[in-house]
């Protein structure tokens, strides 16, 4: 009899394990969530303006292929896999929630946020959707403005100095400012810069004329 109840309690709680698993699948992996479709705008086919709730005003959006590789290697470099990505970009869809929200209910709707932006985007699109809405200091959003700002050009135009730099500042825009911590921020990039010979994004020979590079 007392063997009958164990193996009862077993199967209870090895079902209740299963409807448990089928809920948090069924909740992360379905249905939509605040402003998820206002994240196409982030991936345009041209280059183009989106509102952006989090900066409280407009900014320049480049899509994916007109970032140019350097910009492409660094950010993938310095911030991680889609995963990190897909959590960054998450924090952001809520940025407008109350106070009250910051707590384990905004935790677990970032997390379903999280995980639908990995399965509806690409890894191509979710770095050109992080890197157009990230926040690179002196009040600048995305990496258009950011490269407009910091160095007159284009994304696609910067050296795997500049594109290092403007990636750096990701970590913390404040903490590495060119403008107020020239030294932190240089020291960032030549971080980047290792990271990337050390993935094969670059060449040492590479590496090495980008640390000795007079960009700033």
């Not at 991936?43 to 970032?67: E, H, N, R, W």
């Amino acid at each position: 009899m007392r063997f009958f109840s164990k193996a009862l309690l077993g199967l209870a709680l090895i079902c209740a394990s299963l409807v448990g698993v089928g809920c948090w699948w069924f909740y992360f992996y379905s249905g939509d969530i605040p402003n998820f479709d206002g994240l196409d705008n982030f991936t345009p086919a041209a280059t183009t303006t989106a509102a952006y709730d989090c900066a409280s005003s407009t900014i320049g959006v480049v899509p994916y292929i007109l970032m140019g590789e350097n910009v492409q290697r660094a950010v993938r470099v310095a911030e991680g896999e889609d995963r990190f990505l897909s959590r960054r970009i998450s924090l952001r869809l809520f940025c407008n929630y109350k106070n009250q929200m910051q707590t384990l209910p905004r935790q677990v709707l970032e997390l379903k946020a999280s995980v639908q932006i990995q399965r509806r985007f690409t890894s191509e699109q979710i770095l050109a959707i992080y890197i157009n809405g990230a926040y690179f200091g002196d009040g600048i959003f995305g990496i258009e403005g950011a490269s407009k700002h910091y160095y007159g050009k284009s994304p696609s135009e910067l050296d795997i100095a500049q594109a290092a730099m403007l990636a750096g500042l990701l970590k913390a825009p404040s903490i590495y400012s060119l403008k107020h911590h020239p030294d932190r921020a240089r020291a960032r990039r030549n971080e980047v810069i290792a990271k990337m010979v050390n993935t094969g994004a670059i060449t040492p020979a590479q590496g090495q004329s980008a640390i000795q590079s007079d960009s700033k």
